[in-house]
């Protein structure tokens, strides 16, 4: 999977910079062109965006979970999260509430979580009507670290809550296109949770709200902030 997926990223890219040539040169009035060549582009896209996760994934699960931890500065990350989702979110209007202390840190892999943390803060937007609310929360206890990303949006069935995980495992084929996820989200954290020896808890209701949440072991805490390098 990671050599065919590495592999399609070459022709992809090809195809992309001839279609957004295309899609600058064809005049408006020749609207059907223009509509095909824009579905190629969305499509081409999307392809592009099943390529890199896939290529991810297959990473994540291929390799031992590498020594590249060291003390992230996890609020930071966060923030520009919350500032990215916001522009996800554009005229939807969510209101994204950021509770993360400023001295959270954890020992980890800072791209892996990067991923991770994205995936869960995008879902919450993708998966909530406008106007939702979304909230960001960080907090540590004597059992570690904890990351909850909640929302107010459309929510699953219970029924649907243990497969989630599994790539491609959708509820509800129906809103694929629409939101063009990839369906390896949550494979994708689940996996980077695997790697730091933590575990993702999913809890939602239908029509409610789900919440998110990423527990880390106590010893990925920084118990002296100022002893390892940020
Ligand atoms: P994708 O979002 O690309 O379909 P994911 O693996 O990230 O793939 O998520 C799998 C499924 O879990 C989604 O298709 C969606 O049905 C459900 N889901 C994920 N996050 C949320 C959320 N915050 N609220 C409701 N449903 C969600």
Not at 19 to 38: C, H
Not at 49 to 64: C, H, Q
Not at 104 to 110: M, W
Not at 121 to 142: L, M
Request: aromatic share 4%; hydrophobic share 40%; charged share 25%.
């Amino acid at each position: 999977v990671a050599n065919v997926s590495h592999e399609l990223k070459t022709p992809l890219t090809v195809l992309k910079g001839y279609l957004e040539t295309l899609l600058d040169t064809v005049p408006e009035e020749q609207s059907r062109l223009r509509r095909a060549l824009t579905q190629m582009d969305n499509q081409s896209n999307r392809m592009e965006a099943l390529v890199s996760d896939l290529l991810l994934l297959a990473r994540l699960e291929g390799t031992n979970a590498d020594n590249l931890s060291q003390a992230v500065p996890v609020h930071g990350m966060l923030k520009r999260m919350r500032e990215n989702a916001l522009a996800i979110s554009a005229d939807k209007g969510h209101s994204i509430e950021l509770d993360v202390p400023e001295e959270a840190r954890l020992i980890a892999n800072p791209a892996e979580l990067e991923s991770a943390f994205g995936n869960l803060i995008t879902n919450a937007v993708k998966y909530t009507p406008a106007g939702g609310q979304i909230r960001i929360h960080w907090w540590q206890d004597e059992r570690g670290a904890h990351l909850a990303v909640s929302d107010n949006g459309v929510g699953i069935d219970p029924a649907h809550i243990p497969r989630l995980t599994e790539r491609f495992y959708r509820p509800d084929n129906s809103r694929v296109t629409e939101t063009g996820g990839t369906g390896l989200g949550l494979a994708i954290v689940k996996h980077v949770m695997i790697r730091h020896n933590g575990k993702l808890e999913i809890k939602s209701q239908l029509g409610k709200g789900s919440v998110f949440t990423c527990h880390f072991p106590a010893e990925r805490l920084v118990s002296k902030p100022t002893a390892v390098a940020g």
